[in-house]
């Protein structure tokens, strides 16, 4: 089995865990290096936020990856939710730092038409950073769907890749746990049980007992 090195880009704490935490718990049960970035603070777009709540939350991010085993997390303070104030190309030369260091063959970022604003400026950042430039070491990009973002834009996310985490969903909730400051109470999407009803939803839609859903970007096959 050839490792792969993986690379997940995401615009706040808590989107890699809620889009792709199962996944990136898989890719490192079977060896594979998994880093992940993450642009924006995650804080502050409503009010000022004290101090403490910008360390509580890169503290859940540490300990989210923790859980999940990830190899480097890369924590950026871009502004939350103004990611559209920013020029895109100073996100895409950071995107573009992580896939020099790291030459992931694997990234996973946003669905391109996702609700939340800095969700599509994220995805737009790393298709640029990705575009497919002559002996570029990404193969395959795959955007997750975050919930309470993506189901709420009007745009259909119709997935056509599949990643059975039936084995993994108790480190993804062990991940999730610890972003309990984010987490909402259920029915919320957002919210640990919503999580686990929509991974068993799309565990059905693809034969097995849990899975996570994407949709293929890009592939290239040789």
Known sequence: MTRQ?????????????????GTMAAHVARGDEVHVLILAQGLASRGP???AAFQALRAAAREAGEALGVTSLTLLDFPDNRLDGVELLDLVKVVEEQVARHRPEVV?????QDLNVDHRVTHNAV???CRPQ???????????????STEWSGHAFV?????DIGPHLEKKKAALAAY??????????????GACHLAAWRGASAGVAAAEAFVLFRQRVI
């Open 180 to 193: 309990a400051g984010e987490m909402r109470p259920f029915p919320h999407p957002r919210s640990i049980e």
């Open 134 to 148: 002559p002996e570029h070491c990404v193969r395959t990009i795959l955007c997750f769907e975050v919930p309470s």
């Open 49 to 51: 936020a004290e101090e």
């Open 127 to 129: 298709v640029t950073a």
């Open 108 to 112: 996973y970022t946003h669905f391109a």
């Open 159 to 163: 997935a056509n890749w599949f990643v």
């Open 5 to 21: 090195t993986v690379l997940v880009v995401a615009a706040h704490p808590d989107d890699e865990v809620l889009g792709c935490g």
